[in-house]
């Protein structure tokens, strides 16, 4: 009872102060409680600059202004407002409690607002920002909600026109440099494969679900237990979300108003397969310089017309004569590129003093990228089918066809695909020797050399 006497109570003020306003009692909801001589003395980074992370009372007689981009229309929001600085390309947006249920019918999304901060609580944890009344637990005083009779004496509408929101265009990738608390929107997401067939949120619980985007980078779907479509099946589709970017430690989240934020009406992302057999990639240089073994490198290329992932691949040494390997390359996380090549370095900081870039992938020495020329390398699949070979196995390299000491062993480029069997004649070898076909020309890098280039 009391609670409705609030309400109430808040109601008629709220509707006395709206007809003083527009003069009329043919009014829009949104108009209410509008102040027409109201204006911001303050922005909210000139305040963040006074305050370190915690939370304080503001005592001072600040007004900041802003615009609604929340709404608890369908229930995915309570008891709060997200407000950002501008409609467009904001600086800064916040969050402040507020103890008013059905807050749409009085702050609708793109009106502006005035914020009276003397008395209110300002929480700062990095770049979160809560606005509210005290709350105290275990002593301890946090950000609670303002109290509903309260909010008036805070929180006015300003009488001018609803503002369209423009949310900011952003992709997964990029996030870091955004301001949390504003409005954005991603393009080309979808829902996990293994979420496809779940609802939005279990029943009276906030529920995290995970979208992607085509190259399977996530970021997490906030949905309430509450909301109007909580037991609506997630869209099986890929296509466009909006929605208010938040930040839960260093994992940002998205929270949408209503499913009229979704559109996910294109196709899914192409299937990335990251476990497969493929004899497009093998191996194009292998480089043991003369005049520094810190430049030597192993150079796969790619000859398909896609990106082609190197999950569980490997590369494998044996050291001489060896018929044991000797060492490996796990080449797990590395993606080649459609026609491109992969740089392999034993010694990634001298690679780049010699080169001029960095390799595509870094890796110890003693490992297959570091041969002195006379060592056997195979590429194999996640299925441990060897799909590339330089060398015989068994038999050391010095003085055969595939010894490159002091040189280079450069793949002809009519050669497309990998071989599990060594074929001198698929190879250019320079060396110190000459011996059986090869040819008496030591390298020095990094002229004689081409890595990240085939030729």
């Known amino acids: 009872m009391k ?24 009014f829009d909801v949104p108009k209410k409680n509008c102040d027409s001589n109201l204006t911001a003395n303050i922005s909210l980074e000139k305040i963040l600059e006074s305050f370190e992370d915690g939370t304080f009372q503001i005592k001072e007689d600040w007004v900041i202004e802003g615009h609604v981009i929340s709404s608890d229309g369908a229930g ?47 929480n700062k944890k990095e770049e979160m920002l809560k606005l509210g009344s005290p709350f105290s637990a275990f002593g301890n005083i946090s950000v609670g909600r303002i109290p509903a009779l309260k909010v008036p004496e805070h929180i006015f509408l ?37 979420e496809l067939d779940s609802i939005f949120a279990i029943a009276r619980e906030e529920t995290m679900r995970t979208l992607q985007d085509c190259e399977e980078n996530n970021i997490a779907l906030i949905n309430s237990g509450f909301s109007d479509f909580q037991a609506d099946t997630l869209p099986q589709g890929n296509g466009k979300i909006t929605g208010i970017l938040l930040k839960d430690g ?18 899914r992302c192409p299937e990335i397969i990251t476990e497969f057999a493929s004899t497009h990639i093998f191996i194009s240089e292998l480089a043991d310089p003369e005049n520094n073994t810190g430049a030597r490198f192993v150079e796969l290329y790619n000859s398909a017309k ?23 390359i796990d080449l797990s996380g590395m993606i080649i590129g459609a026609e491109n090549t992969l740089v392999i370095s034993p010694n990634a900081e001298a690679f780049e003093l010699v080169y001029g870039f960095s390799p595509d992938l870094g890796v110890s020495t003693n490992s297959p990228a570091d041969s002195n020329g006379d060592d056997n390398l195979e590429l194999v699949d996640p299925f441990g089918t060897i799909i590339d070979v330089f060398g015989v196995v068994g038999e050391d390299g010095t003085g055969t066809d595939h010894e490159f000491e002091d040189g280079r062993a ?29 040819i008496n020309q030591p390298q020095n890098a990094p002229e004689d050399f081409s890595p990240g280039i085939r030729e």
């Open 158 to 194: 300003s009488c001018d026109a609803v503002a369209e929101i423009i949310p900011v265009p952003v992709e997964i990738k990029v996030l870091e440099d955004l301001k949390v608390n504003t409005l954005v929107s991603f393009e080309g997401l979808e829902v996990v494969e293994e």
């Open 250 to 267: 260093n994992e940002f989240q998205i929270v949408v108003r209503d499913l009229n934020d979704i559109a996910f009406t294109d196709e």
């Open 306 to 328: 896609e990106p082609l992932d190197l999950n569980k691949w490997a590369l494998r040494r044996y050291t001489n004569a060896n018929t044991e390997v000797s060492s490996t």
């Open 410 to 438: 450069l793949r002809n480029m009519n050669i497309t695909q990998g071989n599990p069997v060594y074929t001198f004649s698929e190879w250019i070898i320079y060396n110190d020797t000459g011996e059986a076909g090869t």
């Open 3 to 26: 609670n409705r006497l609030a309400y109430l109570i808040l109601f008629l003020f709220i509707l006395s102060v709206t007809m003083s306003c527009v003069g009329t009692s043919e």
């Open 76 to 122: 995915n929001f309570f008891g709060e407002l997200y407000i950002q600085d501008t409609s467009d390309q904001p600086s800064y947006g916040f969050q402040i409690e507020i103890d008013l249920r059905e807050s749409h019918l009085f702050f609708e999304v793109g009106s502006k607002v005035f914020i009276k901060l003397q008395g209110l609580y300002l």
